[in-house]
């Protein structure tokens, strides 16, 4: 690659990686970055994204689930339309990237486009409304909604604050009468994400970018163990149904399953013991439960022992034990087409091709329901993720501005 084609993806980069610090300021919370699904930050993150949409020449709307959505037309009429983005909510005390550096990489591109270098095909810049699921327990609204796959009854939902999902969608100033029409109904060639890794395989390997050819499928579930609530002073231990202990022997056994099984990632993300009190007896403890595999069969037979292992302590302890499932989606081989599109423009633009898997989730799993798909990790520095020491080097945005500009002229 010669000098000044490295300068201005240097530049791009930067530009890139200013804007999604910019965004991080953005938060429901003073000191840390917490944006939330169809919370009065995302307006503000709205404003800034479709300014900078509208300036590359993009037409803008948003659909009714809140997804930002910027078009710009191909050079040929009627062709087909290449998707890229990602998402713009983020988990609570997020960094600056997961998701937003996806978004601003698609714009980015974009912007660098003129007459000569514009495509045939059109290109939509997607910023999901959706992705973590922090705010109704549900993950990927945005894009299910695009796909079509959103499910009616999740409307009904509530947060913390007893809101629905059909009343937060009132409040942002949407119409959830217009859901069906967010769906995507054009001819589209494919749908593109820009990621980081959000873990260290890059970084052990010393490489900017990866070819992600795989997407682990993941249950997520919330469990209940319900016992007695008493009081901590007079009940004795051999008369207690106490569910806090309960929980906690179970919790690890999460961890030893997925310790024994190769590949295999289970996480108790939170519990909560009710009433809560010092001196009272936890009669109910609920918590989340994880479950990760690129192999669907694993995953499933990893979920059964574990919940068979709840049960059993359960019985004995003289408790119920109840769960629900949140999410249960699939693994997702992206497409072969467009994943040798992208090693191919890695290798083109002067770096080494590493061909991995993600054990997290992307809307990328959502939209192959719809269309061909394909990644491109950009490396997590010490792979920190989901946390505000998240980062990303200049020098690897660039690297992954290069690999967007070669993977669209090989499209082409």
Same mark, same amino acid.
Request: proline content about 4%; some cysteine; aromatic content about 4%.
């Given at each position: 690659?010669?000098?000044?084609? /490295? ?6 980069? %930067?530009?890139?990686?200013?804007? +999604? ?54 050079? !040929? ?13 983020? $988990? ?20 660098? /486009? ?86 260290? $395989? ?37 008369? !207690? ?65 574990? /919940?068979? +292992? ?11 034990? %109840? ?10 081989? +992206?497409?072969?087409? /467009? ?57 690897? $945005? ?15």
């Amino acid at each position: 690659m010669n000098m000044m084609n /490295l300068r201005g993806s240097l530049d791009v980069a %930067k530009r890139a990686v200013d804007r +999604c610090l910019m965004l991080a300021k953005l938060s429901e919370e003073e000191h840390q970055t917490t944006r939330t699904f169809l919370t009065p930050p995302m307006h503000e993150a709205h404003r800034l994204v479709r300014g900078w949409m509208e300036d590359a020449g993009m037409t803008v709307t948003v659909d009714a689930i809140g997804n930002l959505r910027g078009l710009l037309q191909g050079a !040929r009429s009627n062709a087909p339309l290449l998707l890229m983005g990602s998402h713009l909510d983020t $988990v609570p005390g997020a960094g600056a990237f997961d998701g937003v550096l996806g978004v601003m990489l698609g714009l980015s591109l974009v912007e660098t /486009l003129d007459d000569q270098t514009r495509p045939e095909f059109g290109i939509e810049i997607i910023a999901f409304s959706e992705e973590e699921g922090v705010r109704f327990g549900v993950p990927f609204l945005g894009s299910k909604a695009l796909t079509g796959l959103l499910d009616p009854t999740i409307l009904q939902r509530l947060d913390a604050r007893g809101i629905t999902v059909t009343q937060a969608i009132r409040d942002f100033g949407l119409d959830p009468g217009d859901l069906k029409d967010a769906e995507f109904r054009s001819k589209a060639l494919g749908y593109i994400e820009f990621h980081i890794e959000q873990g260290p $395989v890059l970084d052990s390997l010393n490489l900017p970018v990866g070819v992600v050819e795989a997407i682990a499928g993941q249950t997520r579930l919330e469990v209940r163990f319900e016992g007695k609530t008493n009081h901590a002073g007079t009940t004795p231990m051999h008369l !207690r149904r106490d569910a806090l202990p309960a929980a906690s022997e179970w919790i690890i056994e999460v961890e030893r399953e997925a310790t024994a099984t190769p590949g295999l990632v289970a996480t108790v993300g939170w519990i909560a013991a009710k009433p809560g009190a010092a001196n009272v007896i936890p009669g109910e403890v609920r918590a989340s439960l994880d479950v990760r595999h690129q192999d669907d069969s694993i995953r499933s037979s990893s979920v059964r022992r574990i /919940l068979d +292992c709840a049960r059993a302590i359960a019985e004995r302890r003289r408790l119920q034990f %109840k769960w629900e499932v949140r999410q249960e989606q699939a693994a997702v081989s +992206c497409d072969s087409a /467009l994943t040798e599109t992208m090693a191919r423009s890695v290798e083109t633009a002067g770096y080494p091709v590493h061909r991995m898997v993600s054990g997290a989730g992307h809307d990328a799993m959502v939209m192959a329901s719809r269309m061909p798909v394909a990644m491109l990790f950009v490396r997590s520095p010490a792979g920190i993720s989901h946390h505000s020491d998240e980062s990303v080097r200049i020098e690897d $945005v660039a690297s992954s501005v290069d690999v967007g500009r070669q993977f669209l002229r090989h499209l082409e």
